[in-house]
């Protein structure tokens, strides 16, 4: 038995019966899964990195399946623990896991508080996004994410998930810190990524840089406000960047 498998299962035997939890007939229609972004979690992996994993194991994305929503929670008082989260399920149990620190240990909390398998593909797409976020260099994450968006070609469930807009704005921010930078790529990624997650902040954020890099300073401005109003807290920067944009026209 492999440690990570061995993990797994020592992960369910301390929390919850798999068999168990999916014999359950679901008496609710709607599953929350709750992220602790409380520092001592942010520490282990916690925060918004570990909710972006639970995004990309969703077909269709964060909330586009209609009984799941995942989001930020506060401290869940088991710091010591962490990175912690917070389920409750699709047949009305609620349960704290512990732990929670990697693409194949979220899948089988999600898969526990929804009752209902997930696409292995999502599993493969999740973790080796995770494993481009941790590359020590961008040209090793462009060439982790360049091979996962190959493989996504001509796979619908990879091509409509948010896991896969992720993999494109991660591989064009990627791309633009790369030496040399690879900016057509970047706008090329970027764009279809605003198309795939059109609410996605940090796909509009990408989109401004690469335009700007390229001397598109109009296209970085549109980009820019177009992060401006699903990001309503980017108002007042997203104004002062559009105001030192538009002295470069």
Request: with cysteine; charged share 20%.
């Amino acid at each position: 038995m492999t440690n990570a498998l061995g993990g797994l299962l020592l992960f369910f035997a301390s929390h919850t019966s798999m068999a168990e939890a999916l014999s359950v007939s679901q008496k609710n229609t709607h599953c929350v899964i709750k992220i602790c972004h409380h520092k001592d979690c942010v520490k282990r992996g916690g925060g918004e990195p570990l909710l972006n994993t639970f995004r990309d194991l969703l077909p269709g994305g964060s909330n586009c399946v209609p009984f799941v929503t995942i989001e930020s929670s506060g401290c869940l008082s088991q710091c010591g623990k962490g990175p912690n989260v917070f389920a409750v399920g699709c047949d009305g149990r609620e349960k704290l896991y512990f732990g929670v620190e990697d693409p194949t240990t979220a899948s089988a909390v999600l898969e526990v508080a929804t009752g209902q398998e997930y696409p292995i593909n999502l599993l493969v797409a999740a973790t080796s996004i995770a494993e481009a976020v941790h590359a020590k260099s961008d040209s090793k994450k462009e060439s982790i994410l360049s091979s996962l968006i190959s493989l996504s070609k001509g796979d619908s469930t990879l091509l409509n998930s948010f896991a896969y807009a992720r993999a494109l704005f991660l591989r064009a921010d990627a791309r633009l810190g790369m030496t040399p930078p690879n900016i057509e790529g970047a706008i090329e990624d970027a764009t279809l990524a605003t198309k795939l997650a059109p609410t996605e902040r940090k796909a509009w954020r990408v989109l401004a840089n690469a335009e700007e890099a390229s001397g598109n300073v109009q296209g970085a401005i549109d980009a820019l406000r177009e992060w401006a109003s699903v990001d309503v807290s980017f108002s007042l920067k997203a104004k002062k960047e559009i105001e030192r944009l538009l002295t470069l026209l």
